[in-house]
Nanobody, 119 residues
Framework: QVQLVESGGGLVQAGGSLRLSCAAS????????MGWFRQAPGKERDFVAT????????YYANSVKGRFTISRDSAKNTVYLQMNSLKPEDTAVYYC????????????WGQGTQVTVSS
């Protein structure tokens, strides 16, 4: 089993920045990639960014490209999401996820952290 614990959410004004962290513990040796998703009230959960554990290849949703940066610290089994130039539409609960099986499949999820961007 894998446990994921997110931190770093909060309230920020539009144009501001936040950095989310997600620490993984347990059977993390088989990690394929880790990603961030978000869910706004009344909407479905959407993909934000992902990073491949073997070579740090990253992918982003078009809505955050150029503003958000995903990175990892393998020694700490931690993934980060640096969010800059935040907009009110970035307001959501942000979830960390881990895939052990390969692309497109996330078996483990964190509890989520709230990000609120005020206008």
């Amino acid at each position: 089993q894998v446990q994921l614990v997110e931190s770093g959410g909060g309230l920020v004004q539009a144009g501001g920045s936040l950095r989310l962290s997600c620490a993984a513990s347990g059977r993390t040796f088989s990690t394929y990639n880790m990603g961030w998703f978000r869910q706004a009230p009344g909407k479905e959960r959407d993909f934000v960014a992902t990073i491949r554990w073997s070579d740090s290849t990253t992918y982003y949703a078009n809505s955050v490209k150029g503003r958000f940066t995903i990175s990892r610290d393998s020694a700490k089994n931690t993934v980060y999401l640096q969010m800059n130039s935040l907009k009110p539409e970035d307001t959501a609960v942000y979830y960390c996820a881990l895939s052990a099986r390969g692309p497109g499949s996330y078996e483990y999820w964190g509890q989520g952290t709230q990000v609120t961007v005020s206008s």
